[in-house]
């Protein structure tokens, strides 16, 4: 009986704990909610981007402001900006969550703060420290918000005059009568990432503005509300469920196993989905069974032990075997590259001796020679992007540079340039970007350099179909997107979802004939994502493949 009374008191200590701890959580959140709608909403129209940068640089929960247009246009930040590739396919979605998951009602509160903050009785010495640190986590907060602040109330009248004209007119909302403001909290999960943006609408409607936050900063500010100083035998974890369990943060020596059930669980807030903290205490009859806990305990540790040098040597193994295939890759690699490259300098050198020496008397024959030299020229020159394309995005120090395109006349262009070439390859070209005008801001040279990857790659693998055939129209989800059609073998569905993967390439009788390195598709998928678009490959109906290059 004492000892399940025992059991009984320390469950409650643990209930009360978490409450304590997830109060002050959802407390912490709603006041970092709070001072950056604040912020947001005291941010000048004048030299609103510089406004956006500096809330960025200024406050440390804020981990990307952004700015989208109410038709969808991404406006903030732009594809070589601080937003990763994630967050930007997540942003370009916005518009669509706004209206179906965020249906606005002015009548509903965007999260209910705890009435007041808790209060803790004087003997409870460890509660009271907990309630120390949790002031200091507070304290952290709010010293944020004089930045914030300061932001909102500076005069940006300077920065107006340097930012783009452009961008100020986009984001200037139309004169009328006042209404009030949307905003809200959409949390979302996006390639097994967790996202939390806040945004706001001044005046219900223009443009949008927001945030992303910095999960990482909140989850490290969050974890100072657990006990400082857990009870004995009891463990406290902040803890993301969703499938798996992640544990972010955790006090307390004691260790359960991983099935068992806390003695208290609670979700952290609304907007936190996912997130909560959870306690556990050791039971009152672990204490009186000493010998057979001890036993249990010497048995899990030589479990441990074993499975360890197990693991370990499993590691070391797949250590070597992944080093050895890299190797064989490399190796491969530098033979591809060495052979592309000798190719078209081999038939340059030839033929620029030969109209050098006067040995070709034809005229024809001149005119011949030196078209295959500006061919193999260009040849070369598309091997050499391709490596320095290959070596930047590797080592992260691809520099993208966006500027306003009109999508129609720049294929048009490229296209007038290679259609000789390939038309010597044995391939009727057929056009369909002759429509309507599409706008894209993009980097031109990224975006030339995937369209020949992939016109290449039909010319070399495709030759036998007898056409490949380039299109440019808006894209289904909004942006727009570019399609090179060919008529070749295609791509066998065991190797479809691998074609993207440097240094791959189908082991077939059709690439065995062909050189390369399996770096084109890979560096084309790669500048795609970089632009904030994808590229993607679809069988063609009645035989081929269909390159899918959605931007923005």
Not at 398 to 423: C, F, M, N, S, W
Not at 437 to 454: C, F, G, K, S, W
């Amino acid at each position: 009986e004492g000892a399940l009374a025992a059991d009984a008191v320390r469950r409650a200590a643990v209930e009360d704990r978490v409450q304590i701890a997830v109060e002050n959580a959802a407390l912490l959140t709603a006041e970092v909610q709070e001072g950056v709608l604040t912020t947001l909403r005291a941010l000048p129209e004048s030299g609103l981007d510089v406004a956006l940068a500096g809330l960025e640089n200024g406050n440390p929960f804020v981990r990307t402001a952004f700015l989208v247009r109410s038709d969808g246009l991404l406006l903030r930040p732009v594809a070589n900006g601080s937003a990763s590739a994630t967050t930007r396919r997540f942003l370009r979605d916005f518009p669509q969550l706004l209206g179906n998951v965020l249906p606005w009602n002015p009548d509903t509160p965007e999260i209910a703060a705890p009435s007041a903050a808790p209060t803790f009785s004087p003997a409870q010495e460890r509660a009271n420290r907990n309630f120390v640190q949790f002031q200091e986590a507070r304290e952290k907060v709010r010293q944020a918000a004089p930045s914030m602040q300061a932001l909102a109330e500076a005069d940006y009248a300077d920065a107006a005059t340097t930012t783009d004209s452009t961008l100020a007119g986009r984001s200037r909302m139309e004169a009328g009568p006042a209404l009030a403001d949307r905003s809200g909290w959409l949390p979302a999960r996006v390639d097994n990432r967790f996202y939390l943006l806040g945004w706001l609408q001044p005046n219900g409607s223009g443009n949008v503005r927001g945030v992303e936050l910095d999960i990482d900063e909140l989850v490290s500010s969050l974890a100072q509300v657990l006990p400082v100083q857990p009870g004995e035998g009891e463990r406290y974890e902040l803890r993301l469920v969703h499938g798996e369990t992640y544990v972010r943060h955790e006090v307390g020596a004691m260790r359960f196993r991983d099935d068992a059930e806390p003695l208290a669980r609670l979700e952290i807030s609304s907007v936190l989905p996912g997130w909560e903290i959870a306690g556990w205490g050791a039971s009152s009859y672990a204490h009186t069974s000493g010998g057979t806990g001890w036993f249990m305990i010497a048995v899990l540790m030589v479990g441990i032990f074993v499975a360890a040098i197990l693991a370990g040597g499993s590691l070391l193994l797949w250590q070597a075997r992944s080093s050895e295939a890299e190797a064989a890759q490399k190796t491969s690699f530098v033979a591809n590259v060495s052979h592309e490259f000798k190719t078209p300098l081999t038939t340059i050198r030839l033929y620029s001796e030969l109209l050098a020496e006067d040995r070709v008397r034809e005229p024809e024959k001149r005119g011949e020679y030196l078209r295959t030299i500006g061919r193999e020229t260009q040849r070369l020159a598309r091997l050499v992007g391709n490596v320095l394309d290959f070596s930047r995005l590797e080592q992260g120090k691809k520099q993208y540079r966006p500027e306003p395109l009109e999508l129609v006349a720049t294929l048009g262009a490229l296209l007038d340039v290679h259609a000789p070439r390939i038309e010597e390859g044995g391939l009727r070209l057929i056009r369909d970007v002759r429509g309507d005008p599409l706008p894209v801001t993009t980097d031109r040279d990224a975006l030339e350099q995937i369209v020949l990857n992939l016109i290449d790659n039909a010319c070399k693998y495709a030759a036998a179909g007898g056409e490949v055939a380039v299109e440019a129209a808006p894209g289904p989800g909004g942006g727009v997107e570019v399609r090179v059609l060919d008529r070749g073998p295609g791509v066998p569905a065991a190797h479809r979802d691998r074609i993207f993967e440097k240094f791959h390439r189908v082991d077939d009788a059709l690439t065995a004939e062909q050189s390369g390195a399996g770096l084109g598709l890979g560096i084309a998928r790669q500048l795609a994502r970089g632009l904030g678009g994808d590229l993607r490959y679809a069988p063609r109906p009645g035989g081929g493949s269909i390159f899918i290059l959605a931007l923005p």
